[in-house]
């Protein structure tokens, strides 16, 4: 699986959209842009994936450059519950199941 | 969306005992499942894939005879951690599906 690079920290005013940035710049064709993430103590929660073109669901939108080497996870009004470890994942397939690769995430701290 | 549920979600235990770890798929079924591991403040590490009715498959480190994956059913895979020591105390987290649907996470701690 292609390696993805993500900032380790970022602060956002809580109301505020919280624009994620994550680099894939290796990424193949058949990956996929997988987004999760970690409250403290919790299991991951999946937000959002996408193949190339945006997403959008009702927890965020996903944007995924026309080259598919970045993409951008917006969490449009962001609030205090919010506050995580946001992973990007790139994953094919092997086998039946996606395998997911995670990196060191970026800490979103959603400030009041 | 697809629940998974773990249990029990936090276990103590005494040097040398051994603890069985469930992850159950509870409305969906499951012919794979993911159980990894994570340490406090680090990321979420890959231990083995489980397949319904056949052995699982360990990632490079992972020892096989310590971490014993049973997956008998679509709904349920567990996971023992054989004679844990203090270094095995961690956060198993397991994962179900297609998806990727992941558990509460197991908080384990060995004294």
């Known amino acids: 699986d292609a390696k993805t690079t993500q900032p380790p920290s970022m602060d956002c005013a809580e109301g505020r959209a919280a624009n994620l940035p994550c680099n894939h710049s290796?990424?193949?064709?058949?990956?996929?842009v997988y987004w999760y993430r970690q409250i403290h103590s919790q299991g991951p929660q999946y937000i959002i994936h996408?193949?190339?073109n945006n997403e959008t669901n009702e927890m965020a939108s996903l944007i995924i450059t026309e080259d598919r080497k970045s993409s951008t996870l917006i969490l449009p009004h962001a609030t205090l519950r919010d506050t995580a470890v946001y992973y990007c994942?790139?994953?094919?397939?092997?086998?039946?199941?996606?395998?997911?690769?995670f990196g060191s995430g970026t800490q979103l701290t959603v400030l009041p | 969306g697809a629940v998974v549920s773990q249990h029990p979600s936090r276990v103590i235990c005494k040097s040398g005992t051994s603890v069985k770890i469930e992850c159950r798929s509870l409305?969906?079924?499951?012919?794979?499942m993911f159980w990894y591991r994570q340490f406090p403040k680090q990321s979420l590490m890959l231990m083995a894939t489980s397949n319904e009715g056949s052995k699982a498959t360990y990632e490079q480190g992972v020892e096989k005879d310590k971490f014993l994956i049973n997956h008998a059913s679509l709904t349920l895979s567990t996971l023992t951690v054989t004679s844990a020591h203090p270094e095995d105390s961690s956060f198993y987290i397991c994962?179900?599906?297609?998806?990727?649907?992941f558990g509460p996470g197991t908080r384990l701690t060995v004294l």
């Open positions: 994962s179900a599906s297609f998806e990727q649907f």
């Open positions: 996408g193949l190339k």
């Open positions: 994942i790139v994953s094919g397939m092997q086998g039946s199941a996606r395998q997911l690769t």
């Open positions: 409305d969906f079924q499951a012919t794979t």
């Open positions: 290796t990424i193949s064709g058949n990956e996929y």
